[in-house]
């Protein structure tokens, strides 16, 4: 299974960004995707995830400006990310928790996206 990113880039503060991510394999069933950011000198951390149901979750930095979606019938998560601030700056990473032939739960990263905020 490969995670494959698209849309970062760079942008000025306030702007807006959509990162989108599709799951390609031999997949049975995708339980969670998500989000996940990571700068410099930092630890990766949570951005938003959603499950196959459609519950999502948030981390309290981006409450309010960005909105996680999915279409499960094509394993694609996307953030539509609003108000962008300098301290948004990170690589993005999608992650998806899916059901193979092989396995009942595995876990998937993409390689990562860029996304820059900055006058």
């Known amino acids: 299974v490969q995670l494959v990113e698209s849309g970062g880039g760079l942008v000025q503060p306030g702007g807006s960004l959509r990162l989108s991510c599709t799951a390609h394999?031999?997949?049975?069933?995708?339980?969670?995707m998500g989000w996940y950011r990571q700068a410099p000198g930092k630890e990766r951390e949570l951005v938003a995830t959603?499950?196959?149901?459609?519950?999502?979750n948030y981390a309290s930095a981006v409450t309010g400006r960005f909105a996680i979606s999915r279409e499960n019938t094509k394993n694609t998560v996307a953030l539509q990310m609003n108000n962008l601030k300098p301290e948004d700056s990170a690589v993005y990473y999608c992650?998806?928790?899916?059901?193979?032939?092989?396995?009942?739960?595995?876990?998937?990263w993409g390689e990562g996206t860029q996304v820059s905020v900055s006058a």
């Open positions: 394999g031999l997949i049975v069933s995708v339980y969670s």
């Open positions: 992650r998806a928790l899916v059901q193979t032939p092989r396995s009942f739960t595995d876990d998937f």
């Open positions: 959603v499950t196959s149901e459609g519950f999502t």
